[in-house]
């Protein structure tokens, strides 16, 4: 099983939420570490399916169309991840992500979008 590698957006890039993935032994790169601050919604995406990673965003409305435009468009994406923003703690997050991380591979992410929701 192939564990799930995290690209987190701008939404979602607090230092001390990649520090705590981080120090779970997850995968976790930023767009600030990768230098993507300021990229459209869709080229993030593209980016993080080339990369083989699953993004986690607050940004529910762009995400949600552009899952559905890739279906529709029969594209492949490896995973999107949403919550609301200033739904949940820190503490909150980082529960829901392990949680997930541990339920789900990068295989079962693949085209799928999930909310945080379902494991915090």
Request: charged share 25%.
């Amino acid at each position: 099983m192939n564990r799930i590698c995290f690209y987190l957006d701008e939404d979602t890039i607090k230092t001390s939420l990649i520090q705590a993935l981080r120090n779970a032994d997850l995968d976790v790169v930023t767009v600030t570490d990768v230098k993507r601050l300021g990229y459209a919604d869709e080229e993030q995406l593209i980016w993080a399916t080339e990369q083989k990673r699953v993004i986690y965003s607050f940004n529910i409305g762009d995400f949600c169309r552009l899952h559905r435009d890739f279906m529709v468009e029969d594209k492949s994406h490896t995973g999107i991840i949403l919550a609301s923003q200033q739904q949940y703690s820190v503490g909150q997050q980082l529960r829901g992500l392990l949680k997930l991380a541990a339920d789900k591979s990068a295989q079962d992410m693949v085209n799928q979008l999930v909310f945080l929701s379902a494991y915090v």
